[in-house]
């Protein structure tokens, strides 16, 4: 990694700067398509803001006054650094074990009662130390990074009782201390029930609202809360619960809704004004409303469908023509979607949910950055905002989902420094 020595960075001829600057607030319908490209486009940058983005010859005197580092971006595409709005980065191993069985046969909620799935992963988090998790999410940073993401979410979740998940969490706070790109860190503690509550789910939520909710909130180790609503997992009831403590303590409500089967989780986000709701493959077209009406931000995860083979993916063109908020994500997470990659994600979301390529980007830059409630800050390359871009080897934004399977970044910069180069 190289730091960038000057204060004022000058990004200048970029075929396309694509800006995604617009109104105030989310996209939504016709505005996802709508990304401000400037051609032969210029990014100023002061410290860890935008100064000014513009056409290039506009700008070169100022960026002279400013000495500022000239890079040169011919024949590049300057866009908003990928904000990833859900990742559960903090796992030991892998479960290509998982991956195997799959392959042969099993399904996913066969393996997870067999004693593999989420249960695997709480096994080995129980077992690893603080250090080797840091050093193994580090090394997954250094790959986000190098793929163009500036800012990703966080959930616990593997830890499955309070000592571990506060690990977990303390992990992530360990990373926010010393990793480049910024994490936000999310209470994922209803996730799967732990084996020693067999039986008893009521107690175990009992046991999270009342030990872990307030240790979390007392430490701030996270800023939202999250729950697995869904078959084989926790109930709308349970969830509510967990949801309704979270956001007593000051945590902010998201949720894992409609993955598995329609439960009404998506509702119950729509009910706690939640952040956003994730994955959404068994939505109802009542679901679909509520969802298209609130504010809360439909999050679509290809990754996994794709991971686990399935014909199926969420109803993106549906939720973008009723008018909701939709953004893309990950989902990274070492059961059913290990990638680190939001180009993938993009191509994915483009070739089996039919969005358009500027829908994706809309998706996956600024209407993200809105379900992390950092949109005044994050997902737009606007005069004010944070200095969070990145340098894609390609000249029209569309070849990014289009050349699939490839990283295009050669550069990433998070709030004014080069925190990737390749
Ligand atoms: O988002 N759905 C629940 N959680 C993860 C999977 C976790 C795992 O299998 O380890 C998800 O898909
Ligand atoms: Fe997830």
Redo the contacts with the bound molecule.
Sequence with gaps: MRHSASNSLFFRNASQLVTLAGPPGPRRGKALSELGIIPQGAILTQGAHILEVGPTRALEAKARRLKAEAIDCRGSVVMPGFVDSHT?LVFAGS?VGDYEARLRGKTYEEIAREGG??KL?AERVRQASVDSLLRQAQGFLEQFAAHGTTTLEVKSGYGLEAAQELKLLEVVRRLRRTARLELVPTLLAA?ALPPEYSGRPDDYIETVIRDLIPAVARKKLAEFIDC?C?RGAFSVDQCRRVLAAGSEQGLIPRL?AE?LNRTGASLLAVEFKAASAD?LDKLSSADLRALARSDVVATL?PG?NFFLGLKNYPPARKLIEAGAVVALAT?F?????PTVNMQIILSLACSAMRITPAEAVSAATINAAWALRRADRLGSLEPGKQADLIVMDVSDYREIPYYFGVNHCRMTVKAGAVVSCQ
């Excluded at 997470?333 to 979607?337: D, L, V």
């Design positions: 559960h479960r799935g989420i992963s996730h697995f869904d894992h993955q994955h995860l996994a989902d997470n070492p059961g059913t979607s």
